[in-house]
């Protein structure tokens, strides 16, 4: 399996600032032949399903802010969200679809208003 | 964009089987776009890829969980399900249902049901 490891487990950030989320992978997840990395970002807020916010590392899913981007190539990934709203807390995930059908999930980095 | 909703028994006894249904409008358990899969949710475990299953009744499963699993496709319904025997406390989770947008050989999870919460208690 490809594990997902991610830090911080959780971050504290003023509404306004970045918050930056790291993900790595215990091996790679760029498919060479068509040089796409198969990671995404989900947000979970409480009682909620996750949601995808990014997908092939960097892409994001129709009617995402453009403030969440996604860069990272290979095995480490970074989420960031250039100014954090109050609505931006929740629990953070990455994830691996390159070893289809399983999926593999990081921890989960909490992002709360400091 | 697919709408999923869970259905089952939010508390199953020990030993006993898991029995959850999944609902999908917006597109056919039987395009090949998809295949079809169940997460589950824990605060010691995370998010857990529990199983997969294909419109052509292929199945896929956790190493974990293969032998206590199994998982279906009803067409006639539009549904897919999964079934879970021999329950212990540690099957405890919320479970998601999602579908699984098959592109480049790889399977991104653009749509997930709100999930059911399921407690194994007697």
């Known amino acids: 399996d490809i594990v997902m490891t991610q830090s911080p487990d959780s971050l504290a950030v003023s509404v306004g600032e970045r918050a930056t989320i790291n993900c790595k992978s215990s091996?790679?997840?760029?498919?060479?032949?068509?040089?796409?990395?198969?990671l995404a970002w989900f947000q979970q807020k409480p009682g909620q399903p996750p949601k995808l916010l990014i997908y092939w590392a960097s892409t994001r899913e129709s009617g995402v802010p453009d403030r969440f981007s996604g860069s990272g190539s290979g095995t480490d990934f970074t989420l960031t969200i250039s100014s954090l709203q109050a609505e931006d807390v929740a629990v953070y995930y990455c994830?691996?679809?390159?070893?289809?059908?399983?999926?593999?999930f990081g921890q989960g980095t909490k992002v709360e208003i400091k | 964009q697919l709408h999923l909703q869970e259905s089952g028994p939010g508390l199953v006894k020990p030993s006993e089987t898991l029995s959850l249904t999944c609902t999908v409008s917006?597109?056919?358990?039987?395009?090949?776009?998809?295949?079809w899969a169940w997460v589950r949710q824990t605060p010691g475990r995370g998010l857990e890829w529990v199983g997969s299953?294909?419109?052509?009744?292929?199945?896929d499963y956790s190493p974990s969980l293969k032998s206590r699993l199994t998982m279906s496709v009803d067409t006639s319904k539009n549904q897919f399900s999964l079934k879970l025997n021999s329950v212990t406390a540690a099957d405890t989770a919320v479970y998601y249902c999602a579908s699984a947008m098959i592109v480049f050989g790889g399977a991104i999870a653009f749509d997930w049901g709100q999930g059911t919460l399921v407690t194994v208690s007697s």
């Open positions: 299953v294909y419109q052509s009744g292929r199945t």
């Open positions: 917006g597109d056919s358990v039987s395009s090949s776009s998809y295949y």
């Open positions: 091996q790679s997840v760029l498919y060479s032949s068509n040089n796409k990395n198969y």
């Open positions: 994830q691996q679809y390159y070893n289809i059908p399983s999926w593999t």
